[in-house]
């Protein structure tokens, strides 16, 4: 199985890659990890490669090898034509649109390409592979447009910018600089592949485009669930809130498993708080009947749903994410092009593993939980600005000052963050329709069912980054309603947090722009620096603790 035998280095054999392991060393860059095919993997390519000779030497019709591709499948060619119809599969696929996907898209799609091709049944030369990770290895990252895959047959559009970096063609990302593919070959002396029969439909035909979406947006997720639970112990301190309701005694009698650790990080993050509250605090200070058949509570016995139920909301994005990842690890550990070959029984088989259905119906999931984020963090943040619902936080979170002061009545706060944050959430919100449901007929109506799975995951990472600004916005005022409270009476792990935020973003004592600052600290949510401030380092990224209840 592929393993880190070294800090950095993956190995591949096509049948134990982790999404997790790609999407870090995607995040880390090709020059910060190297990628390898192991022995075994090369011993399997080569005995499919065999069988493809054999099977060319016959003159049977091997599909897209010696026949045309899709509805051209009747159309036979000689073996000696084979070589210039790979190249011909490769150009005249060129034709995405819309903006180049990211450095770290690049990068995990061809990591998942290679492990695929790794698994030794696609009659690819382990040569061909080992180019292309050369090329990640160099930082060589082919300009993928982002539009133009139906997520079957693959993602053929967009791999086929991959497979055209492979033999020269057209610009690539070279150590930062878009230039022409062949220079930067030449220059890191690497020789263009001369397609092999079977080799370019081997490169562009599979999932791993819409894979690659899709393993950084279940990273990013996981990282947005731990930001909504530190924005939920940092919203229960600003509101003075009860944190009874994070108590394991309730969690154990609905054990969803995200529900239960959602709750339990939240209880980790708190420990220690002195500003946040419990339902036996509240008893021992409440006004007693005495006798009254009726008297009105100074304080409310438990808090609105925003803040009361937010395990139960974050939980389902950890459980999404639990049953989304099992999915990908299947599918980047896949053989997802067509035909495949059988070296140990000398078959050709014919099928559809090209079909993404899986990473479409997963992400429509997981884009529509990690919305749900969005909501809860907006509807906290709404409670913390409103003097009406804020425990005696001043309005929007302006300092308070004396009527004489010249400045009194001049300042709005966080009012106009509060008006963002609800754009950004409805726009999330927005994003959740399933696009899994749209097949369009194509190609002469062979592609007649498509899942359009990669559009599913480009969505997934589009909503991760809206939520991602949401909380921003969020984590600034609950920073200034932190300090407005008494910074020291938080527990330590927001203190912490606190902190970090401070060294972005100063404390708004007028009003100023903010813009910047939200920047800042979305850079700190996608970078995990919020996560490790808080005491939970990368170590604990795949499972956090579930520590004792608040004392």
């Not at 096509?14 to 999407?23: K, Q």
């Not at 996981?222 to 530190?230: K, N």
């Not at 100074?298 to 459980?319: H, M, T, W």
């Not at 194509?442 to 069912?449: F, L, M, P």
Request: aromatic share 4%; with cysteine; charged share 20%.
């Amino acid at each position: 199985m592929p393993h880190m035998s070294t800090a950095g280095h993956l190995e591949l054999d096509g049948t134990g890659l982790s999404p997790r392991s790609v999407a870090a060393a995607a995040r880390r860059g090709g020059g910060d990890s190297r990628v390898t095919l192991g022995a075994a993997a090369v011993e399997r390519m080569r005995a499919s490669v065999g069988l493809k000779e054999t099977l060319l030497a016959q003159e049977i019709p091997i599909y897209a090898v010696t026949t045309g591709f899709g509805d051209s499948c009747i159309r036979q060619i000689s073996p000696d034509k084979a070589h210039e119809l790979q190249r011909n599969l490769v150009l005249y696929h060129l034709n995405g649109v819309g903006p180049a996907a990211a450095p770290a898209v690049a990068r995990a799609t061809m990591i998942i390409r290679a492990n695929a091709l790794a698994r030794g049944v696609s009659a690819i030369r382990p040569e061909a592979v080992a180019t292309l990770l050369e090329c990640l290895r160099r930082d060589i990252l082919p300009l993928i447009p982002e539009r133009g895959s139906v997520g079957a047959s693959g993602d053929l559009v967009p791999l086929c910018y991959l497979a055209a970096a492979l033999i020269g063609e057209g610009q690539v990302l070279h150590r930062g600089t878009v230039r022409p593919a062949a220079d930067a070959l030449r220059e890191e002396g690497i020789a263009p592949l001369r397609l092999a029969p079977k080799e370019g439909i081997a490169l562009i035909n599979g999932t791993s485009f819409a894979a690659a979406y899709a393993v950084l947006a279940a990273w990013d997720a996981r990282e947005l669930a731990f930001v909504a639970e530190l924005a939920t112990a940092m919203t229960i301190e600003a509101l003075r809130g009860n944190a009874s309701a994070l108590h394991p005694f309730v969690h154990a009698n609905k054990p969803h498993r995200g529900q239960v650790r959602s709750a339990g990080i939240v209880r980790a993050l708190l420990a220690g708080s002195k500003l946040a509250t419990s339902f036996e605090d509240i008893l021992v200070r409440r006004e007693k009947l005495a006798g009254r058949s009726y008297v009105q509570l100074a304080e409310r016995i438990q808090d609105k749903y925003s803040v009361r139920c937010a395990p139960q909301i974050i939980g389902i994005v950890r459980d999404t994410l639990e049953w989304a990842e099992g999915w990908l690890d299947t599918e980047i550990n896949s053989a997802t092009d067509n035909p495949l070959f059988d070296a140990d029984e000398s078959g050709l088989h014919l099928g559809g593993n090209f079909y993404a259905g899986h990473v479409g119906q997963a992400m429509d999931s997981l884009k529509t939980t990690v919305a749900g984020l969005a909501n809860l963090l907006d509807r906290q943040l709404a409670l913390v600005v409103d003097e009406k619902f804020s425990a005696g936080l001043p309005p929007n979170l302006v300092v308070t000052r004396h009527p004489d002061d010249p400045e009194a009545g001049l300042h709005h706060g966080f009012k106009g963050m509060q008006i963002a944050a609800s754009a950004v959430t409805a726009e999330a919100l927005k994003q959740t329709g399933p696009v899994s449901v749209f097949s369009r007929s194509t190609e002469a109506h062979n592609q007649d069912i498509v899942s359009m799975g990669t559009i599913s995951a480009r969505e997934a990472r589009t909503v991760n980054g809206l939520v991602r600004e949401v909380a921003a916005i969020h984590l600034l005022a609950l920073a200034q309603a932190i300090d407005l409270r008494g910074a020291d009476l938080a527990s330590p792990a927001v203190q912490a947090v606190h902190g970090l935020i401070r060294e972005h973003s100063a404390f708004v004592t007028r009003d100023r722009r903010l813009d910047q600052d939200i920047a800042a600290v979305t850079g700190l949510i996608e970078s995990g620096a919020l996560r490790r401030a808080a005491g939970f380092g990368d170590e604990d990224f795949d499972g956090l603790a579930d520590p004792a209840p608040l004392g």
